[in-house]
């Protein structure tokens, strides 16, 4: 049964939802922290810094620090959200979010924004594409990549209340609000946005409005996809994804990351063992991004709307 | 500096011995690990758990406990030796340490074994959480303190100066480190792999306030703890001169006894020459609570 979406259209920044959600958490819970790397307005911790500047931490360019930091205030009973570019943290963290964070099992929250080639015009450097595999591998790592600025923020709201590690990716350009108040969230359940028997697009991020259209257009060529917006890779829902490998038969995977280790690679994981369908995987194919608008790129790396349908066809043929 | 009566030295002399002796059998039996700064710290770590540090072994869990993070968590057979001996597990457990199922693993992990407040190993690692901590217990007006030991060696390594150049920036003055500052890292000596001095004047540069001291002084020791708790507004970095395998002749300033285990033969020896003590001041006494 699929949820119902109100698709009125509206933009905003995925990013921006995640500080609206900081927010609400902060007034919420008074051992909300936040702990940013000299990044606080674009990853969308403004708001916190200027309401509670007590409970925020400037850390300066200093990623490791930040997130060990954040392991220490954790341990001592404090909810930090640590937040820079997902280049940088996870990127450059990466051995403190093993080491300081993980094996403690800290419930830190490292939060990266500006993940994937919509970055845009700051290039390759600064398109985080390989951030949901090195923080999935990870054991006690929850990883959640919201669809929307309605989702950022009710995934900050949960993710506060998670006594366990958590990284939550996030995207710098304004995209399309696709999911209301009323919209069903809860970490580690796969939602399902729109119904069909073809076949099954399960996408993350900014990748599940683009799916939807897809889905959309497809159904005009007679071929009825059901839309999955798998927010939380780790823990995957299992159980949603065994249900559509079931009943679809075939599965297409959309991420604005590497195929290697991603998305794709979590759901095959499953489907392999235990029920093996064919499979395609929309991503980024062991490229680094570049320069352009959030759209050229997106066309660039095969992750358009086009490009999803092409792999449902494609799929869908054998 | 405030000093200890001879009694109080010559009681954690005592122990710092049997903590040395500790060292030896589990590094033996264990067939590997890192004896070199696990004796040349057992001064050091007697002083803390047996003098300075405000805990309960009994409630390791207790919220007001101070909380030591040891950084460079290869030594961490002394901090299972000084962990046992102040009451936090039977002694008999350490000689199962780096064996498979045991509690004591190779480095430091949290949650296996009552006392340990995080996991390390990888070097450069500690200090920040100890900022984390520091920064937690000043929100919170609480009046335990973070205690963070880290190797010279582990200087070498970018985050630790990350954290320093951010605690003295702000004026983190909850926060006491303590340097094992043996001169040895594991290729050999720090002044000629990676130099280091002059390390009290980068400390005093970055905003710390810093104090020198013999480590294997509990006198100094403990007065440069207490000294830190008097400077309120800027972290300390106890520079502490140890002497790598303290206390057993033929490892002494080895830098191959940084991470090399004793065989039998080389064990019996050490455990000779550490011998001459009296009685073990043995910890069926009970727990021992600094409060």
Known sequence: MAVQLDRKGGKKAIRTGFGEGLLMAAERDPSVV????????????????????????????????????AAGMALAGKRPFAASYAVFSPGRSWEAVRTNVCLNDAPVRVVGSHA?????????????LEDIAIMRSLPNMTVVVPCDATEARKAALALAELDSPSYLRLARPKTEIITGEETPFRIGRAETFRDGRDCAIIACGLMVPVALRAADELSSEGLECRVINCHTIKPIDRETVLSAAETCGRIVTCEEHQVAGGLGSAVAEIVVEANPVPMAMVGVRDRFGQSGRDSELLKEYGLDVEDIKKAVRKICSK | ?????????????????????DIIRMTNRAGSGHPGGALGMADVLTALYFHILRHDPKRPDWPERDRLILSNGHICPVLYASLAR?????????????????????????????GIESASGPLGAGLA???????????????????????????DAGPHWE????????????????????????????????????????????????TEIDGHDFSQVIGACEGARAVADRPTAVI????????????????RWHGQAPNDEQAAQALRELAPNPPSPSSDEGAHANR
């Not at chain 2, 502490?240 to 830098?255: A, I, P, Q, Y």
């Open chain 1, 34 to 69: 936040g702990l940013c790397a000299d990044v606080t307005d674009s990853v969308g911790m403004g708001g916190l810094r200027d309401r509670y500047p007590e409970r925020f931490v400037q850390m300066g360019v200093h990623e490791q620090l930040m997130v060990a930091v």
């Open chain 1, 116 to 128: 994937g080639v919509s970055v845009g015009p700051d290039g390759a450097s600064h398109q985080a």
């Open chain 2, 1 to 21: 500096m405030s000093g200890i009566d001879g009694k109080t030295a010559a009681n954690l002399q005592k122990i710092a011995n049997e903590i040395r002796k």
């Open chain 2, 86 to 114: 102040s009451g936090y597990f039977p002694a008999e457990e350490l000689v199962t340490l780096r064996q498979f199922g045991s509690r004591l693993q190779g480095h430091p992990e949290r949650g296996h074994l009552p």
């Open chain 2, 129 to 155: 959480q100890a900022v984390g901590l520091a920064l937690a217990a000043k929100a919170d007006g609480a009046e335990w303190r973070p205690y963070c030991l880290t190797s010279d060696g582990e200087h």
């Open chain 2, 163 to 210: 954290a320093v150049l951010f605690a003295g920036s702000r004026g983190i003055g909850n926060l006491t480190m303590l340097v094992d500052r043996n001169s040895i890292q594991l290729d050999g000596p720090t002044e000629k792999i990676m130099p280091l001095e002059p390390l009290a004047e980068k400390y005093r540069a970055f905003g710390w306030n810093v």
């Open chain 2, 240 to 255: 502490c001169r140890t002497v790598l395998g303290k206390g057993v002749s033929f490892m002494e300033n080895d830098h």
